[in-house]
DNA sequence: CGGTTAATTAACTGATAAGTGAATTAAGCA
DNA sequence: TGCTTAATTCACTTATCAGTTAATTAACCG
């Protein structure tokens, strides 16, 4: 689990455009054009992003004549999603608070 | 689930400093000194680090006397870990079809 | 009150990121 | 061969980010 392949997953995956591109992705193979179709933005733009993303690993691209698709690759989520998962247990500690506040407030409301 | 939330949370974790800081803070709340000593980095870049989590909502601070100690809130990763598991059955198609080829592979072996 | 410690703000530098338009590569087709 | 389409590279602008030092705020302590 590499401290560089964090940075990048991470990094790719805080911008909303690259996000949108990797849930587009999901669906099936997508050409730079269709890809770039519902953004306003050029087509160099996306090209940027694809290279931050083949970067990070998250996708790899083929060629089919003069079109080069792009496909979903989601094993760097795997590494990003067990460092998150770390903390789980912080998250569900504070629900379990909130439960507590939640059980013990209702019961001050049934006594009065 | 708003797209700036998640920008933030997951620009927050692209940088390893912030990573090892909530990594010490799920041991428990520590001062910005303290939090600085692991870190060939001056105070006030750590102060800009925790003002980054902190924007992200992923910790809060308190005051004690000049002290203004952080604690972890792990409440924003739910939801970068609830949008990464949504591609969750993609890396796991990659497994089994590694294990197909692992198994394949095997078979290979045994027949030489 | 004056001094010390913790932390922040301010002002600045250098590097990187996101976007643009223009030119270029690469493939398919008449 | 020349034209069209897909995608990229190039050169550039603008904005943001990570870090610095120096100055400032805030609280405690003798």
Redesign the interface.
């Known amino acids: 689990m590499s401290?560089e392949q964090?940075?990048r997953t991470?990094?790719a995956?805080?911008?909303?455009t690259r996000?949108a591109i990797?849930s587009r992705l999901?669906l099936g193979e997508s050409s730079v054009k269709d890809l770039a179709r519902p953004f306003a933005m050029t087509a160099p733009a996306v090209t940027k992003h694809l290279k931050v993303l083949e970067h990070a690993g998250l996708i790899q691209r083929s060629r089919t004549a003069q079109w080069r698709p792009c496909s979903?690759?989601?094993?760097p989520?795997?590494e990003?999603?067990a460092?998150?998962?770390?903390?789980?247990k912080?998250?569900e500690q504070?629900f379990d608070r909130l439960d507590a506040y939640l059980t013990e407030i209702q019961n001050k409301e049934k006594q009065l």
């Open positions: 401290t964090l940075d991470f990094a995956l805080a911008d909303p996000r990797l999901a979903l690759n989601a094993e989520l795997k990003a999603s460092w998150i998962e770390e903390y789980r912080f998250w504070s």
